[in-house]
């Protein structure tokens, strides 16, 4: 197959900051609760940071290492660079003056306020002098700038002082420089007293207090400028899974080193003098180009603490409580109900607590011989882990597939597979050079002396949190075919061997990318026959190349074509003789569209697929992922009625993608306002 030519595609690390452009336009909108647009501002920091930690720092290392390999779209290293700082910095400029001009007097109108340092009357100015010398002042170390004292090591995303001086210090340095570096433990945000603030919720910046109050640390000395920075690092970890004889243990000695990766974004307050501004590029090893001056606190994300500080319903989304399915609403055998039927699990607008009673179920039934589970996020408190460790330890088989290389839980995980292994479970590290992404879970039982297996399987992760953040579906069944092909996959990633033919589940690294190309071939067969065909996929990503090739010549073809695609999406759609028939839509809401879904016309014979995967490289090729069919007619037509036609007919949280890959907020156009999410919650939710 052909590869489409680089003008057909979008560039990858643009179509991401796109996505975070819309995260944005939460915070902007006037419609989305005060606080939650507060909420959704912190979120799109926690996102960049996590850009520059992963994103950037992979172009940079590209462009140390004079790479001149292009991109799929023909950008060379250094050209997505300059792309990606001009878009990031543009980003980074709005965002910041949504905060200062919107968002903060909105608050201030609904007795929420930050209160800068030229507001303080003079009772706050007390009460956040005595804060500083009794709070502050004890935890602080200044490190003074001369031969003696070189620049300190600056943690990840820590925030720093820098402090210009002038005089002379007790031993008669002048070095006119110092750095004080604020602990992790510290609040970034301090609520004032009532009484004090003059209103219910009053804050102060902890760097308001320190810059109001620098001078008491050094002594005698004159501070000329006081700045706030942080610096972002490189945070990809370094192992060398084919070298290593322990993974975990590696991974335990490399953590800590992810605080002091190659600086890769500086961030400052934008008072910061031009010649200090310069020093600590220098310090860095960073360029202009990676300097972003930014007006207020350079870590918004401590912020997002704030609204669940506040106690305003009025100013939040409306609490809700997630439904469970009706056969489940007794607490009783939930085997019982699975053999009956399968049950689909909607999230968050269905209950996670039946994938908890599952395996908590497992774990206390003398009839469960053997519990099998991957794990990729599950949280530092988790009840599933903590079945687990009782099922272990009451004798039962108990095999966790624990992938330590899930970015950014790599502690979490490792802790957990610790702890599962001090009680006896088997604990598998995965395939080398493959991270178990699938999300599985296999309970086999002995019945009428016989063994039976069920099992779970999922789009999303066993997170009991991000189950009420994230939409996700979830499928319970004791369906013999499909269990029997997670059983040989859960053999597949703990032993040795060939890998057989699986009856119902695609699988990565194996049949997945072949099965979905396959699948939209087998959609343009049916149009270039003149009879009906259609595609609708909803994922988080698009960018593999041979599947846009697939799409683009099913589109020529004749295939109508829907994508729903949350974050990036490589493909162009819209453009006459090529796509013509491709619509795009990215759909950002309460909830974070995480939910994996492929429909195919089939001629009629519907194929509904649920995935742990993207249609993404690493997914296809080097990730252990499923994708598994949904074989019951009803809940077929739920996953269509619910996952799919809701967000085609979204017309207030949907954007629309341009051809040029820019995208179009979606207008009623004097029709009826329809928010799929809200639908959602109306259908399956009761308010709390």
């Known amino acids: 197959m052909n590869l489409p030519s680089p003008d057909t595609l979008i560039n990858r690390e643009l179509g991401i900051l796109g996505f975070q452009r ?16 507060l909420r959704f501002l912190c979120i799109v920091s926690s996102n960049l940071d996590e850009f520059f930690e992963v994103r950037v720092a992979g172009l940079k290392e590209q462009i140390r290492a ?81 031969p003696s004292h070189p620049f300190p090591r600056v943690l990840n995303k820590s925030l720093n002082f820098a402090v210009e001086l002038s005089g002379r210090d007790a031993f008669g340095r002048n070095s006119g420089a110092a750095v004080v570096q604020a602990p992790r433990s510290l609040p970034r945000v301090i609520r004032l007293p009532p009484e004090i603030a003059g209103a219910e919720y009053g804050f102060v910046f902890l760097s308001s207090i320190l810059h109001a109050h620098v001078g008491e640390l050094f002594a005698g000395m004159t501070v000329q400028g006081c700045y706030q920075f942080r610096v972002t690092r490189n945070s990809d970890l370094f192992v060398d899974e084919e070298e290593n004889k322990n993974l975990r243990q590696s991974l335990q000695g490399e953590l800590p080193q992810r605080h002091f990766g190659a600086a890769v974004r500086l961030e400052v307050a934008d008072n910061c003098s031009p010649e200090m501004a310069a020093f600590l590029l220098a310090q860095f090893e960073l360029d202009a180009d990676d300097l972003y001056q930014e007006r207020g606190p350079v870590n918004l994300v401590r912020l ?17 409580v997630p439904a469970l399915p009706a056969r489940l609403a007794k607490q009783d055998d939930i085997f019982a109900h699975i053999r009956k039927n399968d049950i689909l699990l909607h999230h968050p607008f269905e209950s996670f607590q039946p994938v908890i009673d599952f395996i908590e179920q497992a774990a206390a039934d003398p009839a469960v011989v053997a519990i099998r589970q991957t794990v990729y996020r599950t949280g530092t408190d988790s009840q599933l882990m903590q079945a687990l460790i009782r099922a272990a330890q009451s004798g039962k088989e108990v095999t966790v597939v624990v992938e330590l290389m899930a970015r950014f839980d790599e502690e979490a995980n490792i802790n957990w597979a610790a702890r599962l292994e001090e009680t006896g479970a088997h604990v598998i590290y995965g395939v080398v050079g493959h991270k178990t992404h699938a999300k599985l879970a296999l309970v086999v039982r002995r019945e009428e002396g016989k063994l039976r297996r069920y099992v779970h399987l999922g789009t999303g992760n066993y997170h009991a949190r991000t189950a ?12 013999e075919a499909i269990s029997a092909d997670v059983a040989s996959l859960f053999t597949q990633i703990t032993g040795l061997g060939k890998a057989g033919k699986l009856k119902r589940l695609w699988q990565s690294p194996f049949t997945l990318h072949s099965e979905v190309i396959a699948a939209i071939n087998r959609e343009a067969g049916f149009a270039a026959a003149g009879k009906p065909a259609a595609i609708v996929a909803k994922m988080n990503a698009l960018v593999e190349p041979q599947v846009i090739a697939a799409l683009y010549a099913a589109s020529q073809a004749g295939v109508r074509i829907d ?7 490589a493909l162009r759609p819209g453009i006459p003789g090529l796509s013509e028939t491709i619509r795009v839509r990215s759909v950002v809401g309460r909830f974070l569209e995480h939910s994996r879904i492929f429909y195919f016309r089939n001629g009629g014979d519907e194929q509904v697929y649920l995935s742990s995967a993207d249609w993404m490289d690493r997914n296809f090729f080097r990730r252990i992922e499923t994708s598994f069919p949904i074989l019951n007619p009803k809940l077929k037509k739920r996953v269509i009625n619910e996952g799919l036609t809701p967000y085609l007919r979204d017309n207030v949280q949907a954007w629309d993608m341009q051809p040029d890959g820019s995208y179009r907020r979606r207008t009623k156009r004097g029709a009826k306002a329809y928010c799929a999410q809200c639908a959602l919650l109306a259908l399956l939710t009761t308010p709390s």
Request: aromatic share 10%; with cysteine; hydrophobic share 45%.
């Open 22 to 37: 819309r995260v944005l336009a939460q915070a902007e909108d006037p419609a989305v609760p005060l606080l939650e647009r």
């Open 66 to 146: 004079d790479s001149t390999r292009t991109s799929p779209d023909g950008l060379t290293p250094r050209q997505q660079f300059r792309a990606v700082a001009d878009a990031a910095h543009l980003l980074v400029a709005r965002q910041y003056a949504l905060f200062n001009e919107d968002l903060i007097p909105e608050l201030a109108a609904h007795g929420i306020h930050f209160i800068r340092r030229t507001q303080w009357d003079e009772a706050q100015a007390a009460w956040i002098r005595d804060y500083f010398f009794n709070e502050l002042m004890p935890v602080l170390t200044p490190v003074g700038l001369d």
């Open 304 to 320: 997002m603490q704030v609204p669940d500080w506040v106690e305003r319903p009025d100013l939040k989304f409306t609490p809700f």
């Open 468 to 479: 009420r953040l994230y939409t996700d579906f979830g499928l319970l069944t004791a369906d």
């Open 563 to 569: 994508l729903v695609i949350r974050g990036v999406c």
